[in-house]
Every structure is written in C-alpha cells, then in structure tokens.
C-alpha cells in the first residue's frame, strides 16, 4: 500500500484483538511498529510475533488512563524510531452489562477513563509528536456511537464522546498535516467480545440480529480499513467515521 512501507507507527491495544490484528498487518506492510498495550506480555508477544516474520516491532507497556505513561508511550516511539508518523487507538474496556440505573459511578468512571479520557490523552501526546511533520491517526470507536445495545449505556456513551473528539481534532488538524479518522467496528470476534457475551448471555442473540450480513466480524477485516486510512492513498480522508460493521448501521 502506497505511503506505509517505514512509517513509525503507535498501536495501543496493540496486545489483543483488533489492536493485535492492526501491529500484525502493519508490520507486514513494513511499518515500524510500537505495540502498546496495558499488558506487556501481550505486547510482547505480538511484538516478537511481528520480529518472527521479519518486520520491525517494540512493546510498551502503557496505561492510556495515565498521563505520564502516554507520553512516555509517545516519547519511546519517536526516540527508537526517529519520529512518530501515525496512531491506531484502540485500547479500550468494555460495558459491564447493566442497565443504567445499575451501574456504579465507579464503573461509569472506569470506562470513561480508558475510552474516552485514555483516548483524549492518547491524540493529544501523538498530535505533539506529529506538529513538525505532519501523521494520521485511527480512533477505533464503535457502532455503538451511532446506535445503543441493550446493557450498555456507559460504553454507548463514551463511544460517541470518542467520535465526537474525532470530528473536533481533524478539523484542529486538517492544514496542519495531521489527518484523524474513526473506524466504528461492528461485533468483531475478539476477547473483548466473547467475554462480553459471557457476561451478558442475551447480548449474542441481540448483537448477531443487528447484523444483516448475519455475522460478526474478524479483527483482520477492520484492520484493513485502518491500514488504508493510515496510509498516504487516504490523503483526504479526515474527520470521518468508518463502521465497518457488516451492515449494522445501514439498519
Ligand atoms: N470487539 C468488538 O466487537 C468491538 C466492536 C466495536 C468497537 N470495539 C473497540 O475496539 C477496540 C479494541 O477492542 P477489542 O475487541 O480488540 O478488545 P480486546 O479486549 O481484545 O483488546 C483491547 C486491548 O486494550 C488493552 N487495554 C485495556 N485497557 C487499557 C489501558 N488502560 N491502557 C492500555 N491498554 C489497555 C487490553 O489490555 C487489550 O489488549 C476497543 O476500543 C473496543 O471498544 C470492539
């Protein structure tokens, strides 16, 4: 793909799942690659997975929620690899799978902390890195920005203030050379998932009949869509929200 092949690129949630699939095709495609994830075993693993098959990977352990270890994440993979060209976002925490009046202002906060805040300060330290040389950034959101689903009213939330904050920054951006985008997943078969269908046994059913092409998604089919728009053919690409979702928001 035209415009990838040794750009330095961060993946945070880079351990698992669609973070996971986003490192390993990118890696492919010759980028280099920092795989950030709150645990450094993960990490480490896609990283060394990366190194196997002959492209070029570093794990960070980083906590998106903190600060100082966002712009440590920021700092390590622009002094390893010269600079920062690019950012998939897509640490996240799921819904506990209660209806509002349920849910603790402890367990609201906690998926504010990672989704939204973690995102806030995961663009903010990436857009610094970015200022003198311009990047692209992917903020892996969620359908669930668009549409609600039964029990899941706090990740619903912070998933459209990580949309919203995607408009907000692309046009902060847009004559600065800093391009940033959303990819909305549909249901994507991750660990995520099925550990939020485990929880919550009425979710399968209710997510698998949202989806007119009656399946849920493999994490390679939305790391495709974020490789193309971290590249340089999606050039005017900014400020937009790609579902990937097999149809869910056609509904
Ligand atoms: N799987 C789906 O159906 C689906 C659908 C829509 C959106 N998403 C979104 O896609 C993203 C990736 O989800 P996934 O399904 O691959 O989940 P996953 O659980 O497989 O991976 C998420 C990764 O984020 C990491 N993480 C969690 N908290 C962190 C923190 N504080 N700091 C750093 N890393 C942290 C986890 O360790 C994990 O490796 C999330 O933002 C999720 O909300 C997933």
């Known amino acids: 793909m035209k415009g990838l092949e040794g750009k330095s690129i961060i993946v945070t949630g880079g351990g698992s799942g669609i973070g996971e699939a ?89 998926c504010h902390a990672v989704n939204l805040r973690g995102l806030f300060l995961c663009n903010k330290h990436e857009i610094r890195a970015m200022l003198d040389k311009g990047g692209a950034i992917v903020n892996i959101v969620s359908t669930s920005a668009m549409v609600g689903f039964p029990n899941g009213s706090e990740y619903c939330a912070s998933k459209a203030g990580a949309m919203g904050l995607t408009r907000g920054a692309a046009i902060d951006y ?34 698998a009949a949202v989806h007119p092409m009656n399946r849920f998604g493999h994490p390679s089919e939305i790391a495709g869509a974020v490789r193309w728009l971290l590249s340089d053919e999606a050039s005017f690409a900014t400020g937009a929200s790609f579902a990937i979702d097999g149809g869910h928001t056609s509904i």
Request: aromatic share 2%; proline share 3%; glycine share 14%.
């Open 22 to 110: 986003v490192s390993l095709m990118l890696g492919e495609a010759g980028c280099l690659v920092t795989v950030a994830d709150l645990d450094a075993d993960k990490a480490q693993a896609v990283a060394a997975a990366i190194g196997e098959a002959g492209g070029t990977a570093q794990a960070v352990r980083v906590d998106v929620a903190d600060e100082a270890s966002v712009s440590a994440m920021t700092q390590t993979a622009a002094s390893r690899f010269g600079r920062l060209d690019g950012a998939c976002n897509a640490a996240g925490v799921p819904q506990r799978g209660k209806a509002l009046h349920e849910i603790e202002l402890g367990e609201w906060d906690a």
């Open 174 to 207: 847009a004559t600065k050379g800093i391009r940033i985008n959303a990819v909305l997943p549909g249901g994507t078969l991750t660990p995520m998932l099925k550990g939020a269908m485990a929880v919550d046994p009425g979710l399968e059913g209710a997510l």
